[in-house]
């Protein structure tokens, strides 16, 4: 038994990290900085942008890249803003192509964005529900409202990485449909980097899903509440 669980856990570990681990590796393995590029990451998703004739959508510095549909911002990091490099050029293409899809009324993009404030609720309240239940245990000595209140609670972690699932076509769309084609007829890379492009690109796509499997792990955590 105590083999099977720990077979489960090393499971449930390389499940949730691993896909996160090979999304950092993919950006990183391919953030060389190189002066041989015609610009950095943040010139080019100005170019992109004007040559889309949205001008009026500006590219700011943040602690991470992404497209705010809200504010209509393309955001990239410091090192992807100002880097010369495979990753920074994929990755600002990657985020400039959101910006196209809410110029052209993407209706995926558009439900994400009318539900990822709905879900980050969800979130909160598996937090609260996740806090509060030993204590109501205590308070109540039920068992059946333990399960129930477990159960909410799986339910409301369930949602982040449903979500993301979800919405996946739309970060696939951003990455194969449009930067992977607008770097390839633009000839802003030179054929051989193209490969690595690619890889920045996937990896770029699955950044959310990546992330949001830690829920596994709260929701494995969270199943060990119950008694039985």
Same mark, same amino acid.
């Given at each position: 038994?105590?083999?099977?669980?720990?077979?489960?856990?090393?499971?449930?570990?390389?499940?949730?990290?691993?896909?996160?681990?090979?999304?950092?590796?993919?950006?990183?393995?391919?953030?060389?900085?190189?002066?041989?590029?015609?610009?950095?990451?943040?010139?080019?998703?100005?170019?992109?942008?004007?040559?889309? +004739? !949205?001008?009026?959508?500006? $590219?700011?510095? =943040? @602690?991470?890249?992404?497209?705010?549909?809200? #504010?209509?911002? %393309?955001?990239?990091?410091?090192?992807?803003?100002?880097?010369?490099?495979?990753?920074?050029?994929?990755?600002?293409?990657?985020?400039?192509?959101?910006?196209?899809?809410?110029?052209?009324?993407? +209706? !995926?993009?558009?439900?994400? $964005?009318?539900? =990822? @404030?709905?879900?980050?609720?969800?979130?909160? #309240?598996?937090? %609260?529900?996740?806090?509060?239940?030993?204590?109501?245990?205590?308070?109540?000595?039920?068992?059946?409202?333990?399960?129930?209140?477990?159960?909410?609670?799986?339910?409301?972690?369930?949602?982040?990485? !449903?979500?993301?699932?979800?919405?996946?076509?739309?970060?696939?769309?951003?990455?194969?449909?449009? #930067?992977?084609?607008?770097?390839?007829?633009?000839?802003?890379?030179?054929?051989?980097?193209?490969?690595?492009?690619?890889?920045?690109?996937?990896?770029?796509?699955?950044?959310?899903?990546?992330?949001?499997?830690?829920? !596994?792990?709260?929701?494995?955590?969270?199943?060990?509440?119950?008694?039985?």
């Amino acid at each position: 038994m105590p083999v099977l669980v720990a077979l489960g856990a090393a499971l449930l570990f390389c499940l949730v990290f691993g896909p996160q681990w090979w999304v950092r590796r993919a950006m990183q393995q391919h953030a060389t900085e190189r002066p041989d590029l015609p610009g950095t990451g943040g010139e080019l998703a100005r170019h992109l942008l004007d040559q889309a +004739r !949205l001008e009026h959508v500006p $590219v700011e510095i =943040a @602690p991470a890249d992404h497209f705010d549909p809200v #504010a209509n911002v %393309v955001r990239l990091s410091p090192q992807n803003h100002d880097g010369r490099s495979i990753t920074a050029v994929a990755v600002a293409a990657h985020e400039v192509s959101h910006a196209l899809q809410h110029a052209a009324g993407d +209706r !995926l993009l558009a439900a994400r $964005v009318r539900f =990822a @404030p709905v879900v980050q609720g969800f979130e909160f #309240a598996a937090a %609260v529900v996740t806090m509060t239940a030993p204590l109501m245990l205590a308070i109540l000595k039920s068992p059946v409202l333990l399960a129930l209140q477990v159960g909410v609670g799986i339910a409301l972690l369930g949602a982040r990485l !449903l979500f993301h699932l979800l919405t996946l076509p739309v970060e696939l769309d951003a990455s194969f449909r449009r #930067a992977l084609p607008i770097l390839e007829t633009g000839r802003f890379l030179e054929a051989d980097d193209m490969l690595g492009a690619r890889t920045v690109l996937r990896a770029a796509a699955l950044t959310y899903v990546a992330s949001s499997l830690v829920s !596994l792990v709260n929701i494995a955590r969270f199943r060990r509440l119950l008694p039985f």
